[in-house]
């Protein structure tokens, strides 16, 4: 019971980051109608605008300290951060908060960075076949994964969770188990509750805004929408920047989970393409559904039993169970009829 | 099939025989005639060109087509440390396999068409990336990569202490050193392996030109142009779409096999989904649905590859020289985003220039500067013509 329970939640924390990357690609493609290979980039470029605020917060003033000497001779350095200088405790805790703070700062740098994109190169693939929209934002995504390896290197860059969250939390004794039952990393919580609350702000902003209605409506039918006089292509815009922001922000969070390097977002785009087939094209409530799905299932092919039983399943099982569903229902699972039949 | 050749077809494949053959001389003025570099042209041409026999033809995108090449890789090594070294064997045996290996795949994959076959077949390439990693490492010895080994002592008949060779070993071939795979004796590196890898691009190139001109070449044209069309008129397009997927994986695994013949060594990250793209860019890059264009697109890669990352800071510093010391600086600190590490920088902004300005690709480059010169001529003889009346 505990080992499943275990695996529940192992399974969240990954279904999350998959699920909301999931969500934007669903959104961009319901509404442009354009398969985008750089939504993984965004992801990577959130957790790296993580990676450079924390970078910044942690400039350091080097203050030569002539009283004490270190074992060689030298004078001892005395580093602290500009911020903790200048704010005090107020910067030690930005500094300790850096992840959570960066979200802050993604937002508008994502939005902007979202409809520059789309404005800029997207907007001109409308009309062209889905294969040139796959082409072309594959190489924009080589493009900004090897701008991002410029200037921050090849290697993964480890980022700290806030000082509170440090430790694991005891799941197992709120659910009235025994106690150190199930212990599970308190970020790994948050971020599934983090997860949660965006894919709601999103859901909450298309169904009960009027802009948000506008949008679901030129979802349906674009043609009639804009008959009506409103200009849906600048709300579509938005919507992608929307998607990127989300993107975004399921990078800046995942940072302290997995330190990210430049090529994150490929692996996760890969995963995330599988998760939007899976949940059906075009449907939002399906990817959200399929992300989760397929991180608990992903999580429970990792478990030593079934992994005796079948060696290796816990490397294919998402691949292996998309295969089956496109085989089996060909629309998703909650995919609507008439969007991408061919 | 010879007979029905027309004349241009000959034509053409004369001149690509000719120039496939002479390469050694025509491209050393530029630096790439050395074996080496001409081999990856070959194999990579060859790659493209299966690719193309998909793509190109039916408009199917593939994303999954390394596993293919990466199957031919792990045959080919297998049969050097099973059967001989020799190499016939070897790349019979990988062909054949990736060909069994695309009609399972295919047979799945082309079920669904559009992006749901893109995202199936690069879920399959995935699936079979991960379980080359893990699973399978008693056969593809994961990452450290399959290898041939010196030749076990006679009697010996499991692999611990070296390579079976059950051929070589029956006719008692003494190995000196490495193992170098060889065709009858002859060694498979320097210029006989190019000469066979450029043997194995002309046949290739043959048999896809023969299939562009042939009736079935049309069915996938149609197929491509209209298969809502061809579907209502009675024609069941599904065998003719998994005969092409068998072919251009036939393909892949040849260019997997002369890749593991020119270097006895095979590694999982051969059939990662970033290899598979790499493939696609080297056809779109020349002209997807054109028969010189993969050829071309594969070689053009494969040098600037070559050429950009050798270049280094040095390199450059030296180059702009002649420039004064602060703008020397900022120039070179520009360019060098784009050579050496950077390289994959250029090709991922040389590809979206391609698709967004050419997407004909370097061909339909090629034919509006022929097309732009003959205007022009043509504008320049009426111009004489009014001058003469």
Same mark, same amino acid.
């Given at each position: 019971?505990?080992?499943?329970?275990?695996?529940?939640?192992?399974?969240?924390?990954?279904?999350?980051?998959?699920?909301?990357?999931?969500?934007?690609?669903?959104?961009?493609?319901?509404?442009?109608?354009?398969?985008?290979?750089?939504?993984?980039?965004?992801?990577?470029?959130?957790?790296?605008?993580?990676?450079?605020?924390?970078?910044?917060?942690?400039?350091?003033?080097?203050?030569?300290?002539?009283?004490?000497?270190?074992?060689?001779?030298?004078?001892?350095?005395?580093?602290?951060?500009?911020?903790?200088?200048?704010?005090?405790?107020?910067?030690?805790?930005?500094?300790?908060?850096?992840?959570?703070?960066?979200?802050?700062?993604?937002?508008?740098?994502?939005?902007?960075?979202?409809?520059?994109?789309?404005?800029?190169?997207?907007?001109?693939?409308?009309?062209?076949?889905?294969?040139?929209?796959?082409?072309?934002?594959?190489?924009?995504?080589?493009?900004?994964?090897?701008?991002?390896?410029?200037?921050?290197?090849?290697?993964?860059?480890?980022?700290?969770?806030?000082?509170?969250?440090?430790?694991?939390?005891?799941?197992?004794?709120?659910?009235?188990?025994?106690?150190?039952?199930?212990?599970?990393?308190?970020?790994?919580?948050?971020?599934?509750?983090?997860?949660?609350?965006?894919?709601?702000?999103?859901?909450?902003?298309?169904?009960?805004?009027?802009?948000?209605?506008?949008?679901?409506?030129?979802?349906?039918?674009?043609?009639?929408?804009?008959?009506?006089?409103?200009?849906?292509?600048?709300?579509?815009?938005?919507?992608?920047?929307?998607?990127?922001?989300?993107?975004?922000?399921?990078?800046?969070?995942?940072?302290?989970?997995?330190?990210?390097?430049?090529?994150?977002?490929?692996?996760?785009?890969?995963?995330?393409?599988?998760?939007?087939?899976?949940?059906?094209?075009?449907?939002?409530?399906?990817?959200?559904?399929?992300?989760?799905?397929?991180?608990?299932?992903?999580?429970?092919?990792?478990?030593?039993?079934?992994?005796?039983?079948?060696?290796?399943?816990?490397?294919?099982?998402?691949?292996?169970?998309?295969?089956?569903?496109?085989?089996?229902?060909?629309?998703?699972?909650?995919?609507?009829?008439?969007?991408?039949?061919? | 099939?010879?007979?029905?050749?027309?004349?241009?077809?000959?034509?053409?494949?004369?001149?690509?025989?000719?120039?496939?053959?002479?390469?050694?001389?025509?491209?050393?003025?530029?630096?790439?005639?050395?074996?080496?570099?001409?081999?990856?042209?070959?194999?990579?041409?060859?790659?493209?060109?299966?690719?193309?026999?998909?793509?190109?033809?039916?408009?199917?995108?593939?994303?999954?087509?390394?596993?293919?090449?990466? =199957?031919?890789?792990?045959? @080919?090594?297998?049969?050097?440390? &099973?059967?001989?070294? $020799?190499?016939?064997? #070897?790349? +019979? !045996?990988?062909?054949?396999?990736?060909?069994?290996?695309?009609?399972?795949?295919?047979?799945?994959?082309?079920?669904?068409?559009?992006?749901?076959?893109?995202?199936?077949?690069?879920?399959?390439?995935?699936?079979?990336?991960?379980?080359?990693?893990? =699973?399978?490492?008693?056969? @593809?010895?994961?990452?450290?990569? &399959?290898?041939?080994? $010196?030749?076990?002592? #006679?009697? +010996? !008949?499991?692999?611990?202490?070296?390579?079976?060779?059950?051929?070589?070993?029956?006719?008692?071939?003494?190995?000196?050193?490495?193992?170098?795979?060889?065709?009858?004796?002859?060694?498979?590196?320097?210029?006989?392996?190019?000469?066979?890898?450029?043997?194995?691009?002309?046949?290739?190139?043959?048999?896809?030109?023969?299939?562009?001109?042939?009736?079935?070449?049309?069915?996938?044209?149609?197929?491509?142009?209209?298969?809502?069309?061809?579907?209502?008129?009675?024609?069941?397009?599904?065998?003719?779409?998994?005969?092409?997927?068998?072919?251009?994986?036939?393909?892949?695994?040849?260019?997997?096999?002369?890749?593991?013949?020119?270097?006895?060594?095979?590694?999982?990250?051969?059939?990662?989904?970033?290899?598979?793209?790499?493939?696609?860019?080297?056809?779109?890059?020349?002209?997807?649905?054109?028969?010189?264009?993969?050829?071309?697109?594969?070689?053009?890669?494969?040098?600037?590859?070559?050429?950009?990352?050798?270049?280094?800071?040095?390199?450059?510093?030296?180059?702009?020289?002649?420039?004064?010391?602060?703008?020397?600086?900022?120039?070179?600190?520009?360019?060098?985003?784009?050579?050496?590490?950077?390289?994959?920088?250029?090709?991922?902004?040389?590809?979206?220039?391609?698709?967004?300005?050419?997407?004909?690709?370097?061909?339909?480059?090629?034919?509006?500067?022929?097309?732009?010169?003959?205007?022009?001529?043509?504008?320049?003889?009426?111009?004489?013509?009014?001058?003469?009346?």
């Amino acid at each position: 019971m505990d080992a499943i329970l275990l695996q529940v939640l192992n399974g969240l924390d990954k279904g999350g980051a998959y699920a909301l990357i999931a969500l934007g690609l669903t959104l961009a493609f319901g509404t442009l109608g354009i398969v985008n290979f750089a939504h993984g980039a965004l992801f990577m470029l959130g957790a790296f605008t993580a990676v450079s605020f924390n970078k910044l917060l942690t400039l350091q003033k080097v203050v030569l300290d002539t009283a004490h000497k270190t074992p060689w001779g030298d004078p001892v350095e005395i580093r602290t951060p500009y911020v903790e200088a200048m704010f005090g405790d107020f910067g030690k805790f930005m500094v300790d908060w850096s992840v959570p703070l960066s979200i802050l700062v993604a937002i508008p740098v994502m939005l902007l960075i979202g409809v520059i994109m789309e404005r800029g190169l997207i907007r001109h693939f409308y009309r062209r076949p889905h294969a040139d929209q796959i082409l072309v934002t594959f190489g924009l995504a080589i493009v900004l994964q090897e701008i991002v390896k410029h200037f921050f290197g090849a290697n993964p860059i480890p980022q700290p969770a806030p000082h509170i969250f440090a430790g694991s939390a005891d799941v197992g004794a709120w659910l009235g188990l025994a106690k150190g039952t199930i212990v599970y990393p308190w970020w790994r919580l948050i971020y599934f509750a983090f997860s949660a609350v965006v894919i709601a702000a999103v859901f909450a902003f298309l169904q009960l805004t009027t802009f948000g209605m506008v949008v679901r409506a030129g979802m349906r039918d674009r043609e009639t929408v804009g008959l009506l006089g409103i200009n849906i292509q600048r709300r579509f815009t938005i919507v992608f920047g929307l998607a990127a922001v989300v993107a975004g922000l399921a990078g800046v969070m995942y940072t302290p989970i997995l330190p990210p390097n430049y090529h994150i977002g490929m692996e996760f785009l890969v995963l995330s393409f599988v998760v939007v087939v899976v949940g059906g094209m075009g449907s939002l409530g399906g990817a959200v559904a399929a992300g989760f799905l397929l991180g608990i299932l992903q999580s429970f092919a990792s478990m030593n039993e079934i992994k005796s039983l079948a060696p290796g399943i816990d490397q294919i099982i998402i691949y292996l169970v998309a295969v089956i569903i496109l085989l089996v229902r060909p629309r998703g699972l909650m995919g609507r009829k008439g969007v991408m039949e061919d | 099939m010879f007979a029905k050749t027309a004349r241009g077809d000959w034509l053409l494949f004369a001149i690509f025989t000719a120039v496939v053959l002479a390469a050694p001389i025509l491209f050393a003025p530029i630096g790439a005639g050395y074996p080496d570099l001409l081999q990856k042209f070959a194999i990579y041409g060859l790659f493209a060109i299966g690719f193309n026999i998909l793509f190109g033809l039916t408009g199917y995108l593939s994303f999954g087509h390394a596993a293919f090449l990466g =199957v031919g890789s792990y045959a @080919t090594v297998w049969m050097f440390k &099973l059967l001989s070294m $020799n190499v016939l064997p #070897a790349v +019979v !045996v990988s062909v054949v396999l990736a060909g069994l290996f695309a009609l399972l795949i295919g047979y799945v994959s082309l079920r669904r068409s559009g992006i749901y076959f893109s995202i199936l077949t690069l879920a399959f390439a995935e699936m079979s990336y991960k379980l080359a990693y893990s =699973v399978l490492t008693p056969i @593809t010895n994961g990452e450290t990569g &399959l290898q041939v080994r $010196n030749l076990a002592k #006679a009697g +010996v !008949v499991n692999f611990q202490h070296g390579d079976l060779r059950i051929l070589d070993r029956a006719f008692g071939v003494v190995e000196h050193g490495v193992p170098m795979s060889n065709l009858f004796g002859i060694k498979m590196s320097g210029w006989p392996g190019f000469y066979f890898c450029a043997a194995a691009l002309i046949i290739g190139f043959f048999i896809a030109m023969r299939i562009s001109r042939s009736s079935f070449g049309m069915m996938l044209r149609a197929i491509k142009s209209n298969q809502n069309r061809l579907n209502y008129t009675g024609v069941n397009t599904r065998p003719y779409l998994l005969a092409a997927f068998v072919i251009s994986g036939m393909y892949a695994g040849m260019a997997g096999a002369l890749l593991a013949v020119t270097d006895p060594l095979a590694g999982a990250e051969r059939m990662q989904w970033t290899a598979s793209g790499e493939v696609v860019l080297m056809t779109i890059m020349g002209g997807a649905g054109t028969l010189l264009g993969p050829v071309l697109g594969a070689s053009v890669i494969k040098y600037f590859e070559n050429i950009f990352s050798a270049i280094n800071e040095n390199v450059l510093h030296q180059v702009f020289s002649w420039l004064p010391q602060g703008v020397q600086d900022v120039v070179v600190s520009i360019l060098s985003l784009f050579v050496g590490e950077g390289w994959h920088l250029t090709l991922g902004l040389l590809f979206m220039l391609i698709v967004i300005f050419l997407p004909g690709g370097l061909m339909e480059g090629l034919g509006r500067i022929v097309s732009l010169f003959k205007r022009g001529k043509a504008a320049s003889d009426a111009a004489q013509n009014g001058q003469e009346a």
